[in-house]
Antibody, heavy 124, light 107 residues
Framework: QVQLQESGPGLVKASETLSLTCTVSGGSISSHSWSWIRQAAGKGLEWIGR???????NYNPSLKSRVTMSIDTSKNEFSLRLRSVTAADTAVYHC??????????????????WGQGTLVTVSS | SHELTQPPSVSVSPGQTARITCSGE??????VFWYQQKAGQAPLLVIY???ERPSGIPERFSGSTSGTTVTLTISGVLAEDEADYYCQSTDSSGSSVFGTGSKVTVL
């Protein structure tokens, strides 16, 4: 069973950069896609973006201008950087493994393994 | 934009059937996935590809689709099924989109 564990500072100052790492164990990061998903307190889930072992990325258009994801297959980990954070970026950040289903017309992505999540608070 | 709408809350008595809908214009062309999230826990995949159950998910969880509306059905609800449930799909650009979420309360 693949396990994912998020790590990084729990407190970030407004206007600075949020940086998190997800370490994958029990399986190789060299297959599937890997995503970051966040959840503000009392709110729903928001997909941030995904990265493939090749380094190719897809980002949520609403966050694309501030997000960078990277992957280190030698360490079996991937990372998130979110620039210019505000209080609205305060949330629990989850990393997740992504799978893809190829339909007749489109590709559908979903998440079969999740990390427990880490709370990041943006302070003013 | 690709929006997925769910009812905010669903209340059901133990042993009864809970139905949670998820609607969106693009759902007729995309598979839908469902996640259960209990308080303080990570989401858990309970349905994939509209109606399939991952290994370990009880048979009382089922999914169905009709046009632009998909439904998660929990038959014979147990107290342990009380949780938030989210549908999820993929839009035409490849972005993953989650539904607004539904809180299932077992009375």
């Amino acid at each position: 069973q693949v396990q994912l564990q998020e790590s990084g500072p729990g407190l970030v100052k407004a206007s600075e950069t949020l940086s998190l790492t997800c370490t994958v164990s029990g399986g190789s990061i060299s297959s599937h896609s890997w995503s970051w998903i966040r959840q503000a307190a009392g709110k729903g889930l928001e997909w941030i973006g995904r990265i493939y072992p090749s380094g190719s990325t897809n980002y949520n258009p609403s966050l694309k201008s501030r997000v960078t994801m990277s992957i280190d297959t030698s360490k079996n980990e991937f990372s998130l950087r979110l620039r210019s954070v505000t209080a609205a970026d305060t949330a629990v950040y989850h990393c997740a493994r992504g799978l893809a289903i190829f339909g007749v017309v489109n590709v559908s992505h979903y998440f079969d393994n999740w990390g427990q999540g880490t709370l990041v608070t943006v302070s003013s | 934009s690709h929006e997925l709408t769910q009812p905010p809350s669903v209340s059901v008595s133990p042993g009864q059937t809970a139905r949670i809908t998820c609607s969106g214009e693009a759902l007729s062309n995309q598979y839908v996935f469902w996640y259960q999230q209990k308080a303080g826990q990570a989401p858990l995949l309970v349905i994939y590809r509209d109606s399939e159950r991952p290994s370990g998910i009880p048979e009382r969880f089922s999914g169905s689709t009709s046009g632009t509306t998909v439904t998660l059905t929990i038959s014979g609800v147990l107290a342990e099924d009380e949780a938030d449930y989210y549908c999820q799909s993929t839009d035409s650009s490849g972005s993953s989109v989650f539904g607004t979420g539904s809180k299932v309360t077992v009375l």
